[in-house]
């Protein structure tokens, strides 16, 4: 079993839907939550990042993370064509180990 | 800020050539990472250097793959024979400091295709 299982894809969606990505994970000791974008030919960026449960915000952006399901999530409200990339979720057990696992990523695709 | 520069962006080579990647951190970033990204797949680990000491290399292939920081500042990775299942996108990050959580910054990567 991977520590972090990702849906790759392809998800696609029409201009201004809100869209859903998931990750599940297994190691109980992962405290920091990360979500990535990479276009296509370019190095990941990130995005949020989350410590520990709860939600985070930023503009059309939201991130949850339930611990207690091992489970965390991205949404992405009124989805713009320049959000089509892949969305690679991140997880990382902070102090005393430091490597970041990454998911798989999932390819989402935005049609005007 | 200049980003993280790698070099090249792209090589072939044919199966048991050698090869060497060059990464550039942002500077003063003390923390630098190589990541292997297989097509389909997330980055994975290969090595991390805090400065020039090296802090994770258990997922590094080293009877063939071997990475260097001189001076902890560039680095480079080299792999000697290269096999068909290296072919993949090798991503060099960078980070400011390893304490709890660091922002990594990513370079473009060198796309690498082995015949």
């Known amino acids: 079993q991977k520590e972090v299982e990702q849906d790759p894809g392809p998800l696609s969606v029409p201009e201004g839907a809100i869209v859903s990505l998931n990750c599940t994970y297994s190691n109980s000791a992962f405290q920091y939550f990360m979500w990535y974008r990479q276009y296509s030919r370019k190095g990941p960026e990130l995005l949020m990042y989350?410590?520990?449960?709860g939600n985070k915000e930023d503009g059309r952006f939201t991130a949850q993370v339930d611990k207690s399901s091992k489970y965390i999530s991205l949404f992405i409200r009124d989805s713009q064509p320049s959000d089509s990339a892949t969305y690679l979720c991140a997880m990382s057990a902070g102090t005393g180990g430091f490597k970041t696992i990454f998911g798989a990523g999932t390819r989402l695709f935005v049609k005007a | 800020e200049a980003g993280v520069a790698q070099s090249p962006r792209y090589k072939i080579i044919e199966k048991r050539q050698s090869v060497a990647f060059w990464c550039n951190p942002i500077s003063g970033h003390a923390t630098l990472y190589w990541y292997q990204q297989i097509l389909g797949q997330g980055p994975k680990l290969l090595i991390q250097?805090?400065?020039?000491?090296?802090?994770?290399d258990s997922q590094l292939p080293k009877d063939r793959f071997s990475a260097e920081r001189l001076k902890g500042v560039d680095s480079t990775l080299k792999i000697q024979p290269a096999k068909l299942e290296d072919s993949a996108v090798y991503l060099c990050?960078?980070?400011?400091?390893?304490?709890?959580?660091?922002?990594?910054?990513f370079g473009p990567g060198t796309r690498l295709t082995v015949l």
């Open positions: 990050a960078s980070s400011f400091g390893q304490i709890s959580y660091n922002e990594q910054f």
């Open positions: 989350t410590y520990s449960s």
């Open positions: 250097f805090q400065n020039n000491g090296v802090v994770d």
